[in-house]
T-cell receptor, first 112, second 114 residues
Framework: DAKTTQPNSMESNEEEPVHLPCNHS???????IHWYRQLPSQGPEYVIH???SNVNNRMASLAIAEDRKSSTLILHRATLRDAAVYYC?????????????FGSGTRLLVRP | NAGVTQTPKFRVLKTGQSMTLLCAQD?????MYWYRQDPGMGLRLIHY???????AKGEVPDGYNVSRLKKQNFLLGLESAAPSQTSVYFC?????????????FGDGTRLSIL
């Protein structure tokens, strides 16, 4: 499985945008980019995913570099509830088990 | 909506004891997964199932067994618990429809082995 690299931690102020980077230089053409987050004392929850084009949903936006070797999760206005560990995960669309391989993620701290 | 329910939420065992963790989902999902999460680390996949009656090994399967006798339930067993298995265990499920549907996670079982 191709690996991802994320900063261990980031800080943001409440109501400001947050850009969470992810490097995946060995990504293959069949890898989707998934983001999950894990709030304290909870299981992970899905945030967003993409393949080549930028994606938006009600939670966040995903910006994917043209060469696909990096991506950025964008939270447009951080709230205290967004404090969590964010995981960037590559999933091969040819893997019929749909399993996810988690890294250590980025811990986001949001200052009031 | 119940979603994914894990039982029990907390448990303390002595080394050598056995126990079974239960995961139940009410979403009629085909796929189910068991992960463990050690402090400060990401989740690691133990075993998974792509349908009723099937199981497969993940990244860290040693010391665990699983069964999927009913579609809605996925059981994780520890036959002889060891302190190294102290962890938080998460179960997840996923529909079989669609290529990029998300996994839905339970709230975890915190297991301590003395």
């Amino acid at each position: 499985d191709a690996k991802t690299t994320q900063p261990n931690s980031m800080e943001s102020n409440e109501e400001e945008p947050v850009h969470l980077p992810c490097n995946h230089s060995t990504i293959s053409g069949t890898d989707y980019i998934h983001w999950y987050r894990q709030l304290p004392s909870q299981g992970p929850e899905y945030v967003i995913h993409g393949l080549t084009s930028n994606v938006n949903n009600r939670m966040a936006s995903l910006a994917i570099a043209e060469d696909r070797k990096s991506s950025t999760l964008i939270l447009h206005r951080a709230t205290l509830r967004d404090a969590a560990v964010y995981y960037c995960i590559l999933r091969d669309w040819g893997d019929s088990s749909y399993k996810l391989i988690f890294g250590s993620g980025t811990r986001l701290l949001v200052r009031p | 909506n119940a979603g994914v329910t894990q039982t029990p939420k907390f448990r303390v065992l002595k080394t050598g004891q056995s126990m079974t963790l239960l995961c139940a989902q009410d979403m009629n999902h085909e796929y189910m997964y068991w992960y463990r999460q050690d402090p400060g680390m990401g989740l690691r996949l133990i075993h998974y199932s792509v349908g009723e009656g099937t199981t497969a090994k993940g990244e860290v399967p040693d010391g665990y067994n699983v069964s999927r006798l009913k579609k809605q339930n996925f059981l994780l067993g520890l036959e002889s618990a060891a302190p190294s298995q102290t962890s938080v265990y998460f179960c997840a499920s996923r529909t079989g429809q669609g290529d990029n549907q998300p996994q839905h996670f339970g709230d975890g079982t915190r297991l301590s082995i003395l």
